[in-house]
């Protein structure tokens, strides 16, 4: 089969990964890709959100597969647009990525549907949001309703800090139109765990899971990025944890958006906070997480193109899915600055000197005659597989050792699990 992959990061040089290994892929497409994607998919320089285009070269190269998987054209209506064209196609339907598109429409869904969630209140006004915020204290969670680049989220240790935050959003218009309405909502405490599921809206089928760590700087100090690093699976998602969050959340979840009209076929990406309480769900992404897919998609060992051909076609329930019994430790090494301003077009050294067990995703690099260049906020992901997480982590830092450019930022705490973020 002939399969076209959308998108650039490291999410997608994983999945591109996964699918190079498939004896049913005979050519690989990736639009637009990176410099490291090239060397296992040819590219196409047409951008991810571009429908139209993307549409026509499917048609026009007799593409078999289409596999969307940034959360820009799904939220736009990728899918709907290639199976409009007789091209098939796996993600969800834009109706069905409002779950990641929209704050305010998924936690519509969870208060209907009694899904745990923390406790929050929708603002269109800035003044009303800022008295809101000055009534209730801190610490406090701010969020854009729409997609920001993973970045449009503020957890406020301060009341300055949120109002700060709201000004930022709907005064400064930050992230455009996607900060126009924001949701301010409790703060929850307890250990993050992010659990990536296949479903084809009916049946279920969970990944091992996993936790990111979001902030910038060792120790979870600096800002909010897209994350800096990933293990698998998280040692706090115990199998008793598990079974409650599939019993209270996964599949109420699955059901609600069937029951909605809007069945989710794909890869839906459950944010949970592990409470006191029980877990309950931070966000919703309509996609594998980044860098948790760099982090468990090494540990699958069933074909994933068999796995997204079987959600496509509303089979999921029908085939079995394996995974390596391991542990996987993801650092990214990213343009030192991010998530702030930042430089790019510096020379990456050392990719060649990474021993061959350790797997170096790209994420933002570009390929200019022989020399891999930044040309991203994030730039590599080097993910390792051990028995346990601590060697996987030791492996991942090997992996990173060898690696210099400019500037070259990374957390040197992935793996310690006093952090949570």
């Known amino acids: 089969m002939e399969v076209l992959l959308i998108g650039s990061g490291g999410r997608e040089h994983a999945i591109c990964w996964s699918l190079a290994k498939s004896p049913r892929v005979t050519k690989l497409y990736c639009a637009p890709g990176n410099g490291g994607i090239s060397s296992i998919a040819q590219l196409v320089d047409i951008p991810a959100t571009d429908l139209n285009n993307m549409v026509n070269f499917a048609l026009e190269n007799k593409i078999d597969f289409v596999v969307v998987a940034p959360d820009d054209p799904l939220a736009l209506g990728m899918v709907d647009a290639m199976e409009a064209a007789g091209v098939k196609a796996f993600g969800p339907s834009k109706d069905a990525a409002k779950l990641e598109s929209s704050k305010i429409y998924s936690k519509s869904i969870m208060s209907k549907y009694n899904i745990p969630t923390a406790a929050y209140n929708v603002f269109t006004d800035m003044e009303e949001a800022k008295a809101y915020i000055r009534d209730n204290g801190a610490p406090i969670v701010v969020k854009a309703d729409g997609l920001a680049l993973g970045k449009g989220v503020v957890v406020a240790d301060d009341v300055q800090t949120a109002i700060d935050a709201v000004d930022m959003m709907m005064g400064d218009k930050k992230f455009g139109d996607s900060g126009s309405r924001i949701v301010v909502e409790e703060f929850l405490t307890g250990p993050e765990v992010t659990v990536l599921v296949f479903t084809d809206g009916k049946s279920v089928r969970p990944m091992p899971s996993s936790q990111d760590y979001k902030r910038a700087y060792t120790g979870d100090l600096g800002l909010n990025t897209g994350g800096m690093g990933a293990i698998s699976p998280s040692p706090n998602y115990t199998e008793e944890i598990a079974n409650i969050a599939m019993e209270s959340i996964i599949m109420p979840t699955i059901k609600a958006m069937e029951n909605e009209g809007v069945p989710f076929k794909g890869v839906l990406y459950f944010g949970l906070m592990l409470t006191e309480n029980g877990p309950k769900v931070i966000e919703y992404n309509a996609r594998f997480g980044d860098p948790e897919a760099q982090a468990v998609l090494p540990l699958l060992e069933t074909d994933l193109l068999d796995i997204f051909e079987a959600i496509t076609e509303q089979r999921l329930g029908e085939i079995e899915i394996n995974w390596r019994k391991a542990c996987s430790s993801c650092v990214v090494m990213a343009s030192g600055g991010y998530p702030n301003a930042y430089e790019t077009g510096y020379e990456i050294f050392g990719l060649d000197d990474i021993p061959e067990e350790i797997i170096a995703f790209h994420a933002g690099t570009k390929l200019v005659g022989d020399k891999y260049l930044t ?44 952090n949570n973020g």
Request: with cysteine.
């Open 375 to 418: 040309n991203g906020g994030r730039i590599l992901a080097i993910t390792a597989i051990a028995d346990s997480l601590q060697l996987a982590s030791q492996k991942a830092y090997q992996g990173v050792s060898c690696v210099d450019f400019e500037n070259a930022h990374f957390r040197t705490d992935i793996g310690e699990l006093a």
